[in-house]
Nanobody, 126 residues
């Protein structure tokens, strides 16, 4: 069992930055692939970024490439999402998720992940 707790959300002006953190419980965090998803009002949840257990495989949604960076610190059981050059369309609830496999080709699918955090709100004003 893994518990995930996101933090770092908030209100920021367009062009600003935020860093989201996702702290995980459990000794096996380092063997989990991790993902960040987001859900805007009235829209389906979508994949934002994903990282393999060792950090070698990283994927981004086209909409955030070049602006967002996913990373992880296995010693701290934490995965991060650095978000720069934020846009109003980035406004959403952001969720982290854990996949007990080291890596999955279906990193972009919700069903790939067994554990989810409660989400943190990110609001970008224009």
């Amino acid at each position: 069992q893994v518990q995930l707790v996101e933090s770092g959300g908030g209100l920021v002006q367009a062009g600003g930055s935020l860093r989201l953190s996702c702290a995980a419980s459990g000794r096996t965090f380092s063997s989990y692939a991790m993902g960040w998803f987001r859900q805007a009002p009235g829209k389906e949840r979508e994949s934002v970024a994903a990282i393999s257990w060792g950090g070698r495989a990283i994927h981004y949604a086209d909409s955030v490439k070049g602006r967002f960076t996913i990373s992880r610190d296995n010693a701290k059981n934490t995965v991060y999402l650095q978000m720069n050059s934020l846009k109003p369309e980035d406004t959403a609830v952001y969720y982290c998720a854990a996949d007990p496999r080291y890596y999955s080709l279906t990193y972009y699918r919700e069903g790939t992940y067994d554990y989810w955090g409660q989400g943190t709100q990110v609001t970008v004003s224009s």
